[in-house]
């Protein structure tokens, strides 16, 4: 186990009756480009929400980078940026939005040009001036990821940032957030309903199910689990014969081609289709 950056231990979120969260364990650690994936309304955003203060916990405990108390929980928080969902001014552009922005979350009036700058570079968005309205969906996801990146924040909190982009859209958010790890060592935990979509962009996923983290799995775990080689035959019965000759244990996995979303409905059941 590597250094924990945010720990949730045994936390539930009730709504009024509704019982959202029911006891959610999870560890992320320093580095890691940790996926949490599950169907919609598993309960993912408001484990964000708890982790990031936008709505208040029932029961249980966060920590971040090792805060022990609730004021230096309060503190730490400084040190997360986070795209969940956000409202813009519309008639504004993204450079305008940031500053406001900027100016919300302290950034000083000196830096704030440079440090906006940088942002609406490296999602590519430097050079539209039109307003918010115009922009298309992967532009607004695009400045979502910028404002969260304000400050450059340790650790990124990315909700369902793929969400309605087309496939080039989905790429170029894979590897921005590769980036983010690679050249500026953050922690990046992304979300996602889609469970194939983060299967070769994160390393340690949580799996969400009704409330619940209910098992948190390594890349490795997966690739061990994927110990599956894939055969094509004409003649099933004859290769059946030839490699069990050869030693070789044929098991129902044969024919199974284990993936993330495959791990996660024999998790938690159901199907793709
Ligand atoms: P996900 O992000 O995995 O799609 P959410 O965390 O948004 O799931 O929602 C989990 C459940 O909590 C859903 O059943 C949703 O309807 C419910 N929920 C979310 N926010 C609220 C709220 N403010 N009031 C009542 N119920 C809510």
């Given at each position: 186990m590597g250094e924990a950056v945010i720990e949730l231990k045994d936390i539930k979120k009730d709504y009024g009756s509704h019982a959202v969260l029911k006891g959610v364990n999870m560890q992320v650690n320093k580095g890691d480009i940790y996926g949490l994936v599950?169907?919609?309304?598993?309960?993912k955003t408001t484990i964000f929400k708890m982790i990031l203060g936008l709505s208040e916990i029932t029961e249980g405990t966060v920590s971040i980078?090792?805060?022990?108390?609730k004021s230096e929980l309060y503190a730490n928080r400084n040190k997360v940026g986070f795209f969940v969902g956000a409202k813009y001014f519309?008639?504004?552009?993204a450079r305008d939005n940031l500053k406001y922005f900027a100016s919300v979350k302290g950034i000083p009036h000196r830096h704030a040009k440079e440090e906006i700058d940088r942002v609406l570079e490296i999602v590519g968005l430097q050079n539209v001036k039109k307003p918010?309205?115009?922009?298309?969906l992967g532009m607004g996801q695009r400045l979502g990821i910028a404002n969260a990146l304000l400050g450059n924040p340790e650790i990124l909190i990315l909700d369902?940032?793929?969400?309605?982009?087309?496939p080039q859209g989905i790429a170029d958010v894979r590897n921005m957030i590769k980036r983010f790890r690679e050249e500026y060592g953050m922690t990046v935990i992304v979300s996602s309903?889609?469970?194939?979509?983060?299967e070769h962009t994160a390393d340690r996923f949580g799996i969400v199910n009704e409330g619940i983290v209910v098992k948190e799995i390594t890349q490795d775990d997966l690739n061990e689990k994927k110990s599956v080689i894939e055969i094509e035959v004409d003649d099933l019965e004859r290769a059946r014969q030839l490699l069990g000759e050869g030693g070789v244990k044929i098991t129902r996995e044969l024919a199974e081609k284990s993936t993330l979303e495959d791990y996660y409905f024999r998790l938690v059941g159901g199907s793709t289709e």
């Open positions: 599950g169907r919609n309304g598993a309960g980078a090792g805060s022990r108390t519309n008639y504004l552009s918010v309205k115009t922009f298309s369902e940032p793929t969400n309605g982009l087309d309903h889609i469970l194939g979509e983060l």
